[in-house]
């Protein structure tokens, strides 16, 4: 078999066994590998397994779908037969696969409930069962640290509510990585999605799978140290898993956020249920409450580290506004479900530090690993092991929308040539971005091998995290004076005093650490920064060399290949 043509339409021309004509398999566009699968056409007596090469009808389309190719024609021996041959007449060769591509991209599929599913169950990992201890110990007494959780719970739904205006007003997945972009422009998004892409989102799920590696074994370890190696491998085992769940399904993937996120829900529910037991039966439980604001501390740099401890636990409230294009009428839904999780969460959280404080002394609280833990072995007897599990499905439940939410942040980056174009590209029959979920899981484990080291890294691009929600917070602001609402409807356009206090307190956080820290600070804004250079190399040179597209073009066309996918459908920031 003859072919012509690389990322072009084209003819390709054999002789069946049968018959003398000469076969013409036509496409009119450019089309993907995946189209030439092995199909019998009955019509002319034509079956692929006669034709010499196989391998001819697998035609990678190299360039973007926006991007117009010739049409490329071998017209091989017998011009003339084939000129005269009637078009009807011609066996065309189409894949039920070419129709599968058309228009592939996200499909909205999380409705409202999902919505709230996803939110809650991003929030709620391991930071309520461990942050307590945090926040008391540099506020030093019970009733400064309700208010902190009060505050911080209120901080984030402010945050979330300036994020719904903007989610509601560029409904594309990315979240703050796609408002940096719209606003600002690229150099600046793509700074915001290096940092986070590379350290931020990876770490995190590598941190939290190492917590609930260390939970789920915990039961069977309770007096010991757990032995070497095997946490790794079982929060390994936790990625591999949600990775292949992420790839299989996106409803898949929220069922197991559902469930995941009820179970965390239970778990608080059957804390709080406990500490009001507790509170019905008087002294000694309310002793915490005698003197709620003794001991209490004021100063300006602890009352930041509590409030850094208490926001840690809060993280995960802008996370939905990354597959704002999965989301079911996000215009109506977003807000809704930014509103109903921001509060469920303040409520749940402050009801179950009032329950910590009710079975837990603030001396005893200092003295835990995990508040609680703690808890369920004072109260729950020989059913305390179902507190660690518990813990442990919360983080489960975590590392899964992190992994849903991070995969869409590569997609919409690979979509807007800021990463690998193939990261870009999905499944046309299960819709979900396999490459982009795949890579956000091997760059989890990769980071898994410096699991002794991740908490810093952490540390070191928390300034950054703040910083770029800041200045996601001054887009808003930016776009209502560069496309006013008279001109630009929104949605939902937010009183500008929110975006104004957001913005202060996110000016505060990322001022605290320059002072407390200014090392640490350096260093992050280093990490930050180290994105410039590769943004003008990899991205804004257009000119590279040439065997740099050609590896980019081979590397494409391995993995369209071996992950069967094709490229989504562009569209524009």
Request: aromatic share 12%.
């Amino acid at each position: 078999m003859r072919s012509d043509g690389g990322g072009g339409g084209g003819v390709m021309q054999s002789r069946h066994l049968g018959d003398q004509r000469p076969l013409c398999l036509t496409f009119e566009q450019p089309i993907c590998w995946l189209a030439a699968t092995r199909e019998d056409h009955t019509r002319g007596g034509i079956n692929t397994d006669d034709v010499d090469d196989v391998d001819g009808l697998f035609v990678l389309c190299k360039q973007p779908p926006h991007v117009s190719s010739k049409r490329l024609r071998t017209t091989g021996n017998k011009v003339e037969q084939q000129q005269a041959m009637a078009e009807h007449e011609r066996p065309v060769y189409q894949s039920p696969t070419e129709k599968a591509e058309e228009n592939v991209g996200l499909k909205p599929s999380i409705n409202l409930f999902g919505g709230v599913m996803v939110i809650v169950g991003c929030i709620i990992g391991s930071g309520i069962f461990i942050s307590p201890k945090g926040v008391h110990e540099n506020v030093g007494s019970v009733g400064v640290s309700l208010i902190i959780w009060v505050v911080c719970g209120v901080f984030s739904a402010i945050g979330a509510y300036c994020y719904a205006e903007l989610g509601t007003f560029i409904t594309r997945s990315g979240g703050d990585y796609a408002y940096v972009y719209v606003a600002f422009g690229p150099l600046m998004g793509f700074i915001r999605m290096w940092i986070e892409c590379i350290i931020v989102r990876p770490c995190t799920i590598t941190a939290v799978a190492m917590t609930f590696a260390t939970y789920i074994l915990q039961p069977f370890y309770p007096h010991c140290e757990l032995p070497f190696l095997v946490p790794q491998l079982l929060a390994a085992g936790c990625i591999i898993l949600l990775a292949l769940v992420n790839c299989m399904s996106v409803r898949l993937v929220t069922v197991v956020q559902n469930v995941f996120t009820v179970a965390k829900l239970l778990a608080l529910i059957l804390i709080i249920g406990t500490g009001a037991v507790l509170l019905c039966i008087g002294n000694p439980y309310w002793d915490s409450f005698e003197n709620v604001w003794e001991g209490s501390d004021f100063s300006a740099g602890k009352m930041a580290l509590a409030f850094y401890s208490g926001l840690w636990a809060y993280n995960g409230w802008n996370y939905l506004n990354f597959v704002t294009e999965e989301l079911e009428n996000p215009t109506r839904n977003l807000p809704r479900c930014i509103a109903i999780s921001c509060t469920l969460v303040t409520v749940v959280y402050v009801l179950t530090n009032v329950a910590f404080y009710a079975g837990v002394s603030p001396e005893e609280m200092l003295e835990s690993k995990a508040v609680a833990v703690t808890f369920a072995n004072r109260f729950y007897g020989v059913m305390s092991w179902i507190m660690p599990v518990l813990v442990a499905f919360s983080c489960f439940g975590t590392v899964n929308g992190v992994m849903l939410t991070s995969s869409r942040l590569f997609f919409v980056a690979g979509r807007e040539n800021h990463m690998p174009w193939v990261l870009s590209f999905l499944n046309p029959f299960l819709g979900t971005p396999i490459p982009a979920v795949l890579f956000t899981a091997l760059l989890s484990l990769f980071y898994l091998l410096l699991s002794d080291n991740i908490y810093t890294l952490i540390n070191y691009v928390q300034i950054v995290n703040w910083l770029a929600i800041g200045i996601a917070t001054t887009g808003l602001l930016y776009l209502r004076y560069t496309q006013p609402p008279k001109d630009y409807p929104r949605p939902l356009q937010v009183n500008l005093i929110w975006p104004i206090i957001f913005l202060i307190g996110c000016v505060f956080l990322v001022l605290f650490p320059i002072i407390q820290a200014p090392v640490d600070t350096a260093i992050g804004i280093s990490i930050m920064l180290s994105g410039v250079p590769v943004y003008f190399i990899f991205v804004y040179w257009r000119n590279k060399p040439a065997f740099i597209d050609s590896f980019m073009n081979r590397l494409t066309t391995v993995l369209q290949k071996a992950l069967l996918v094709v490229p989504g459908e562009k569209k524009e920031l």
